[in-house]
């Protein structure tokens, strides 16, 4: 079945990795405190190479070889207007852009994250201001404590973004849905943006490997990770408490989600009298399908089991630029793929409607 020609696309898990980034992004923005440690392109007998804390990183201006790489792009995607005309000629409207301070940018010093995500922020806001509207690239909140969160996410509240991501492998002590956590989450309520989290790890036997079998494996199972991040934040009451608040899990995937919400709902049945702390007063499957969104690519046995999860609840995504991104055929994947047969509505609501209505894209 073919994609409607006049459907609107909305790709709610694109990326922006650190070879794509312009050579000068940190260099420019870091004090002289920070500069020779942060992120910086430099010269090597392999070609222009990014450094940081004294340690090679990534190629610059390309991918590093092992990667999938069926375009490389090279620094098309760091710069808007070009970034704009590959997602004209994929035939997608906008994009929701995770950055390299969430997936790739592994800064072992808190502090020295904290100062090169704060300064990623104010390069993807000038980024986007450049895009018409079409490119939202997340800022990244520093999460050494929750108190330094909130702040960060006050900071790009007022520099006009329209989301944020939590990093959750970088200095963080409690996990998100402690109570140590109630003042971000208030702020995140007061500013009325969409907290993210990504997947970005999680396993505790299988360590990614370019050039291994265990590449594969690592990445067969990783999305599933973050069901501990949505049983905690559930279960916690941090939405229950904020019913306004958007939750949305980055690159999640669907398959394991109807099973995780069932279970969700039959935990608490069986324990829910037993809770002293927080008594949810409404079932998990009701909360998340008020308040949780997750995003898929090219999936099939999950794209059957959207009526399981919510239509309202999922959201598209091309995962551009990456090796293995429906990128530039994303209409016609999504034609054949078994979305078309929950109909046009449900088309129209995970290509298009729910990501126009998280961030507010016209």
Known sequence: MS???????????????????????WSERLSSEWRERGPQVRDTDDGPYWFVEGRPLSPSGRKAKGYLSA?????????PEQRLEDLDRDGVYAQVIYGPTTTQLRIDD???????????????????ARSQGRLIALPDLPSITPDSAAEALQRVAKLGHRGAIL???????????EDSWERFWDAAADVDLPIHVH?????????????SWRMAAFVSVVPMQLDETLAGIVFSGVLEKRPGLKFVMGEAGLGWIPYVI?????????????????????????IFARQVYTTYEDEKVGVELIPRIGADNVMWASDYPHGDSTWPHSRSSIGESPLSAH????????????????????
């Not at 300064?119 to 806001?125: K, L, Q």
């Not at 109909?343 to 016209?362: H, L, M, Q, S």
């Open 71 to 79: 375009d490389d792009h090279g620094l098309r995607p760091g710069n």
């Open 343 to 362: 109909g046009p509505e449900v088309v129209r609501k995970v290509c298009c409607d729910n990501a126009a209505r998280v961030y507010g894209i016209a």
């Open 167 to 177: 990093s959750n492998h970088v200095g963080r002590g409690d996990p998100i849905f």
């Open 3 to 25: 994609l409607d020609p006049d459907q609107r696309l909305i790709s709610a898990d694109d990326h922006l990795d650190i070879h794509a980034m312009p050579p000068e992004t």
């Open 262 to 286: 069932e279970r969700l709902d039959h935990e608490l049945h069986k324990y829910g009298s037993t809770f002293t702390d927080h008594r949810l007063q409404m079932l998990p499957s009701e």
């Open 199 to 211: 997947l970005s790890g999680g396993n505790h036997s299988l360590k990614p490997q370019l050039g």
């Open 110 to 128: 808190p502090e020295l994250h904290a100062v090169c995500a704060l300064a990623y922020n104010d390069w993807a806001a000038e980024f986007n």
